[in-house]
Nanobody, 123 residues
Framework: QVQLVQSGGGWVQSGGSLRLSCAAS????????MGWFRQAPGKEREFLAF????????YYADSVKGRFTVSRDNARNTGYLQMDILKPEDTAVYYC????????????????WGQGTQVTVSS
């Protein structure tokens, strides 16, 4: 199983940018697909973005399309979520997740999770 350790996040003003990183160890990360999710207080975990193992396919939720960019560097065993034009409603705990196989926006299909990192966007 792959282990994921997140870094990045923090506080930013509305309209600002942040980049989250997700470093992997364990099974061959380069063959894992990666998803990004977030969870705000009192809300369900929300799918944000997906990137296939070979970077050939990406997919974004409508809520972040055009503002967030998912990427990965398999040589560094690290995935990234670049977040631009942040809004107060983006405030949440953000998670990266790994899975084998293809596209999924369902959190239950991912078998490895990062520890979560807080992102706070002030107005």
């Amino acid at each position: 199983q792959v282990q994921l350790v997140q870094s990045g996040g923090g506080w930013v003003q509305s309209g600002g940018s942040l980049r989250l990183s997700c470093a992997a160890s364990g099974r061959t990360f380069s063959r894992d697909a990666m998803g990004w999710f977030r969870q705000a207080p009192g809300k369900e975990r929300e799918f944000l973005a997906f990137i296939s193992w070979n970077r050939g396919f990406t997919y974004y939720a409508d809520s972040v399309k055009g503002r967030f960019t998912v990427s990965r560097d398999n040589a560094r065993n690290t995935g990234y979520l670049q977040m631009d034009i942040l809004k107060p409603e983006d405030t949440a705990v953000y998670y990266c997740a790994g899975k084998m196989g293809g596209y999924s926006e369902w959190s239950r299909t991912y078998d490895a999770w990062g520890q979560g990192t807080q992102v706070t966007v002030s107005s």
